[in-house]
């Protein structure tokens, strides 16, 4: 199976900060690869897909980029409610899995 | 708008066999859609368990394979998960969701199953 793997599982950083989180597959995915953000108690929303493509509605700070089997999402100036738990996930086909999950929280 | 609503037993003994349902509104189990069961026990993170067509095409996560049964009710517009031989590590709130090739794009609220004697 290919497996997914996050780094770092978790950070601290201020309100401000750039923040950058990777996503390594165990082999090449092309770029079937999402992000979703989950806040505690919440369903996990879909922040970016294909990679690369931002969702509707979902802020500007947020991008994502990479192929193949690393990709990196960035939160580019770190707000409040930018406190989440992000979890990368590789779809189309069998298995889906996801990444074991970054936990961000405000220092 | 699209709905998926968890339903079933949220208290399952060891050794036993948790079942759920997800009732699908706003949309027909029928399509070209893939139904997905998807877990998260408490504190951790999201784990695929498998997803299922309404032509009977399934796959199940290699590690639960054995355990796992998924299959869709096209006249109640619902799809169900059966887990067995369930141990205190099956303890979860299981999501149901669906997708098309693509990442998931709709939820259910999740429903919190425990296994515990």
């Known amino acids: 199976d290919i497996q997914m793997t996050q780094s770092p599982s978790s950070l601290s950083a201020s309100v401000g900060d750039r923040v950058t989180i990777t996503c390594r597959a165990s082999?090449?995915?092309?770029?079937?690869l999402a992000w979703y953000q989950q806040k505690p108690g919440k369903v996990p929303k879909l922040l970016i897909s294909?990679?690369?493509t931002l969702q509707s509605g979902v802020p500007s700070r947020f991008s994502g980029s990479g192929s193949g089997t690393d990709f990196t999402l960035i939160i580019s100036s770190l707000q409040p409610e930018d406190v989440a738990t992000y979890y990368c996930?590789?779809?189309?086909?069998?298995?889906?899995?996801f990444g074991g999950g970054t936990k961000v929280e405000l220092k | 708008q699209v709905q998926l609503q968890e339903s079933g037993p949220g208290l399952v003994k060891p050794s036993e066999t948790l079942s759920l349902t997800c009732t699908v509104s706003?949309?027909?189990?029928?399509?070209?859609?893939?139904w997905l069961w998807i877990r998260q026990p408490p504190g951790k993170g999201l784990e695929w368990i498998g997803s299922?067509?309404?032509?009977?095409?399934?796959y199940y996560k290699s590690s639960l394979k054995s355990r796992v049964t998924m299959s869709v009710d096209t006249s109640k517009n619902q799809f169900s998960l059966k887990l067995s031989s369930v141990t205190a590590a099956d303890t979860a709130v299981y999501y149901c969701?669906?997708?098309?090739?693509?990442?998931?794009?709709?939820w259910g609220h999740g429903a919190l199953v425990t296994v515990s004697s």
């Open positions: 299922v067509h309404h032509t009977g095409r399934s």
């Open positions: 706003g949309h027909s189990v029928s399509s070209d859609y893939y």
């Open positions: 996930q590789k779809y189309k086909g069998d298995p889906l899995t």
């Open positions: 969701a669906r997708d098309l090739d693509s990442p998931v794009d709709y």
């Open positions: 082999q090449d995915i092309n770029n079937y």
């Open positions: 294909a990679a690369s």
